[in-house]
């Protein structure tokens, strides 16, 4: 490969606790393609329309800055939920992004994010090949809720899985600290809007919960509360894993009953919360049974201290790879993981035209669903746990862990 | 000290993430006594009382055992949460206990908990005393409230104070990923109904909430709405680290405003839940900012994949020493901790008439509580910034913690 000019890398999307690996990779790999200068956006394509443009060298000085970023959470860079145009009409911002990069003399351009950020690919590549531009374009996929298709999993949900069944199996245990003197219900509501990815990995807890339900099955809240019942007939600590976007049969989702009516996000998307909150009033109005709710929240995807090593090494070899493909000439790309081999678990990495995977959600296979949408099967644990394997240790400092942040 | 008889230990309340250290110290000791049975209550008193009585060597087998019942969350023993009613008028249930003791030869009774459990070891050595009965009494303390008086600071507290900071550092990096393109405020609600003590170790998060409130003072709405306002000037990233347990000048629980009054539980409690939704709806009604919560929940007592050592190691240093207490003839004591010198941080222990510790809150020092109620001191942070100092490590095993469980 020849290379000529400099590379920048984006944010995008909600963080995960390992897309600072992605970053690591992709600046390892240029360091090591000795590209002259390796920038970083600002706040992703929202920040770079503003020309927020950082020197990555002046923020990630030497080995240990590089090791402080694996372990730091959050977006180093920044992120944004900026959505670009549509070209046709708007081709004064595509003119714009691209003058940019000339100014910079941006050749390689890599963005990291999910469904709506490998769309920011797709287009710039789209103009790119339309005006014969000379610029690469390359995705790496990152979402905790491993929504991305065509890749096998996607880097963020190894380590979000492995938060989630840590925090769940925990609380399965202190919720059992009363034994039979009080009959109990906690509901954990996990992220997923319309994948249940996320509300699966509880089943990777050991100790497992009762129950779990995931938005890809209709939720049928007479059998829940009538299940609820049967179990507590033989065991006084019940857990209940769901997800935030379980349905009715109707469509209607569970937690609008509860708040009448949900608030949209700048993208459209109905804003989901509170099913766990109305699942367990639910409970209190129609059984004797005591219930409560606990929400992850955003600690699934930013807590650090919590992180999967087979997630982070792929989601940095991901960051690797794909600024060595914009080197090697590829665009409109995203790099995709496989699995060649559950056990041992061996995977091997391609890419894959973007146009394929942009804004289209993958689900959990209906099969893997079993006790009549109240669990997963044993082909999902097999898929999901050696995603959640290994660990990368917190550096402790004053008794908390340390990040790298773009201030110091 | 000349040991007769066997041992038993009984862990009561809500659990900590280190209540399990010590029942290790306390076996340990038992062990090193030479004790020949050493029991466990199956449920605390509670189970007691229904001869739910374990023998630990059976649960307990070797070092490796007690390395993972230091890693183990909530109570291994399990928990109670019952009240011995008072003497007079219910003799019948104290001659129960005893003859319970004697028919097991228990010479030796340890009860680890927070202030009712300090209770039940008053009242069982009370009764002792009054009707010349032989047993020895002695009290573990814990709670991760650090409410109870006397001792220095409580073990449990450490680790809570720990899980806190630690997660909250990653809340406050994570909400700052939109930098200048959103601002938004997070509200984190922090366990602890009259005292701030965990509410406090926010400010250990290194890169620090905005406002601390605590529920030693009390909470004015709109001066709280001021203040977001004033901030969200200057900075796109607002984070309040809030107690369930705030009051309006008048008394009024802040979630009973947002719940409409609230349930109690079974010691006439107020149940509180749901102080940061309400803040972050109060700010949604009355600025254009956006704003969530989250609760930590459960997971503040039972996340032991994040212990402090000093805490773990304090905590079984008081169950050994309650042991041997009890051995040397000691009884109605409370273990409890000194603290020598903060920097370098040195400690001793001591045993406590229990009739002073039990039924009386320890609060955060109003001199600690600075800027007009929304923050704490450096000398907050020079007493707890030891208690979270150090780590202990889970074994994990297929990607989760490995505890030690009863079942087993």
Redesign the interface.
Known sequence: MSIKGNMIIGQSGG?TAVINSSLAGAFEAAEAAGIKKIYGM??GI??FLNENILDLRKHIKNAQDVSLLKR????FL?????KLPKIDGNEDVYEKIFSIMEKYDIQYFLYNGGNDSMDTVKMLSDYAAAHGKPQKFMGIPKTIDNDLPVTDHCPGYGSAA?YI???L???I??????????TSV?IVEIMGRHAGWLTAAAA????SPDLIYLPEVSFDPDDFIKRIKDIAKTKNSIVVAVSEGIKLEDGTFVCEIGSGGGKKDAFGHTQL?GVGAYLASMIMDKTDIKA?S??F???Q??????V?RTDADEAYNAGYLAAQAAFAGNTGEMITIQVESRAPYLTSYSKFDIHEVANVERKVPLEWIINDGTYVSDEFIAYA?PL????I?PY?S????Q?L?LAE
Chains 1, 2 share one sequence.
């Not at 730091?72 to 977006?75: D, K, L, M, N, Y």
């Open positions: 963080p600002h706040y929202e920040g730091t959470p959050s977006a920044g992120s944004c939920r900026y492995k069944a840590t925090s199996k925990e609380i245990v202190d919720n059992d600290c009363y034994g039979p003197y009080r906690v990777l807890a050991n100790n919360s409560r606990i929400e929240s955003t600690m995807r930013c807590a650090s201290h919590v999967s746990r959640i394997m290994g660990e240790e402790y004053e008794g908390v862990p990040h942040s």
